[in-house]
């Protein structure tokens, strides 16, 4: 069997995981959360770099002791999430897949964040050939396959919708995450107040939603209405480009990913629109909707398998890391 090691820790979640070809084998994580507003890149990173060693410790000692199959010296391969992503989160964990990887004499597998979230929904739900819906904190976008390649077929023009909600809900009081707690909020409302619905060809924003919401409060309205109308009105031009794409490619299947895919009524908004056409609509289990490290380690086995392996003098880490820049090799069509 091959095992590989990911580490993951671009922004607040600093996760690593041990997978082989069928199973998740163990995975440890540990959050970072910030006292006050969103997160900071150097706080999050220090957080990383003083729960590495425990992280990845407690990794190889639950995971030896859970499978009497694994041992360290199976570990063929360290990956980590070379990027998109906060530079210093970025370089700490880098730092330490190098240091692993060099410890125990195995090729680095440098990945790319975005693919990672794709390949584990692809991985856990069993779909082919989806068109992806990729909604987290700081990335928005659709995406398909295409001739070798992951192409963006529509993004955010400007934040990310998980970005705006967790905006939106600090205006209100709420603490970071404020996506789950808009959810709930949202879930109360009754009346929908008008928003601006900003789609531009395939593309969406939501900066002006976000102001546009901060003052629907400001002006009174109840903090259950103006959250459910936030989420009706980001959530219909997420739907509506998603079904664009789906038209565009003439693919019948479709895949949810991301942070931000947890929120039911995405879910359910997402579903309907596929049922309406026809087509399956796909999510995998919230554990790997978030940030976690067993994406990371499976992305890295899929590269792994197909030879995209990373001499350490070229990890450096890629804040901008965009997923069409990236060579798939690991798949057939
Ligand atoms: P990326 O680097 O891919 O942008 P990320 O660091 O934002 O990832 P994720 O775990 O993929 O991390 O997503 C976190 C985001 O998901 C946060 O903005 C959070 O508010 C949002 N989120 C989590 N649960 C929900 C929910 N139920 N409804 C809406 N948003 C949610
Ligand atoms: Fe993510």
Not at 276 to 291: H, I, T
Request: net charge negative; hydrophobic share 40%; proline share 4%.
């Amino acid at each position: 069997m091959v095992v590989i090691l990911g580490l993951e820790g671009t922004a607040w979640n600093l996760s690593a995981a041990l997978v082989t070809e069928d199973r998740v084998i163990y995975d440890v994580e540990s959050s970072y959360k910030p006292l006050h507003g969103g997160i900071h890149p150097r706080e999050a990173a220090q957080h990383h770099a003083s729960e590495l060693k425990r992280v990845v410790s407690q990794l190889i000692e639950g995971a030896s002791a859970k499978d009497e199959d694994f041992s360290i010296g199976d570990i063929e391969g360290v990956a980590f999430s070379q990027g998109p992503g906060m530079g210093p989160c970025l370089r700490t964990v880098a730092t330490a897949a190098r240091a692993l990887a060099l410890t125990l004499k195995v090729p680095l597998i440098g990945v790319n964040h975005c693919i990672a979230h794709i390949e584990i929904g692809r991985w856990r739900c069993g779909t082919e050939d989806p068109v992806v819906l990729y909604v987290s904190g700081a990335n928005s976008q659709v995406l398909a396959y295409h001739t070798g390649r992951y192409r963006i077929l529509g993004e955010t023009l400007d934040i990310g919708i998980g970005n705006a909600l967790d905006k939106f809900a600090r205006y209100i009081g709420l603490e970071h995450p404020g996506g789950p707690k808009v959810e709930e909020l949202a879930s109360k409302g009754t009346r929908y107040i008008h928003l601006p619905y900003v789609v531009k060809g395939m593309d969406f924003s939501f900066s002006g939603l976000t102001t546009a919401a901060k003052e629907a409060v400001d002006a009174g309205n109840s903090l259950e209405d103006v959250c459910y109308s936030f989420q009706e009105t980001a959530f219909a031009m997420l739907t509506e480009v998603t079904e664009r794409a789906m038209a565009y490619c003439g693919k019948d299947e479709m895949l949810l990913a991301g942070g931000v895919g947890a929120n039911r009524r995405l879910q359910q908004m997402l579903r309907t629109m596929c049922g309406d056409r026809g087509a399956r609509f796909f999510v995998p289990e919230s554990k790997y909707l978030k940030d976690n490290g067993a994406m990371i380690a499976y992305l890295g086995l899929l590269q792994f398998q197909s030879g995209q392996t990373l001499p350490i003098e070229d990890s450096a880490v890629r804040p901008n890391f965009r997923p069409d820049e990236v060579e798939v090799k690991w798949r057939v069509r």
